[in-house]
Every structure is written in C-alpha cells, then in structure tokens.
C-alpha cells in the first residue's frame, strides 16, 4: 500500500485514477468510479457519474474529503471495454486536538 498523501479533517483531497490495458494503452469507454473506505474499515463512499471528471486519456479525478482522523483507503474501478480496479492507496489524516 501506498500512502497517496497527508491531510486534515475537513481538507478537500484530490484523488487521480488511471486507466489502461496490459500493453499500456488507453480505453476510450471506460466508465470510473472511485471509491473511499472510511478509517471504520466498513463504510465506503463511491463516486461516479459527475463526481468523476475526465482530465486526460485514461485519466480521472474525483475529490473527497475526509471526516474523521485515520487512513482513508482509495480503489479506483472501471467498466466497459477495460474492466479493471486498482487499490491499496490510501490517504493519511493524523489525530489532531484542534478538530
């Protein structure tokens, strides 16, 4: 696992996705979804539709922000011509006395 970045309580984080097949090319029908596991381990928070904005070829963006202090896991899924989902990021939020 990676840890994709620092953040705060409250602090909006942009999270990137990308798309491409075992020989490095791009699809042009992929449909993202992005999603956020809460530090609970048990709810998850899916983004799709207009919440996901395409950026470049195979490349997707969606913003989160974090609630509560703890690690905030990302998995990235498409469908379409390209069925794929990647996981194991995660972004950190330190306990703060000042939330």
């Avoid at 042009?28 to 928070?45: A, N, Q």
């Avoid at 799709?48 to 904005?53: I, K, R, S």
């Avoid at 609630?67 to 990647?86: F, K, P």
Wanted: include cysteine.
């Amino acid at each position: 696992m990676a840890q994709l970045c620092e953040a705060s309580v409250g602090q909006p984080v942009e999270v990137t996705l990308e798309f491409f097949d075992i020989d490095g090319v791009t699809p042009k029908d992929t449909t993202p979804t992005g999603k956020v596991m809460h530090p609970d381990g048990e709810t998850v928070d899916s983004y799709t539709g207009g919440q996901v904005t395409h950026v470049g070829t195979g490349v997707y963006t969606f913003v989160f922000t974090p609630s509560t202090d703890g690690r905030w896991y990302i998995r990235g899924e498409g469908t379409g011509s390209l069925v794929a989902a990647q996981d194991g990021d995660y972004v950190y939020v330190p306990d703060s006395p000042f939330v």
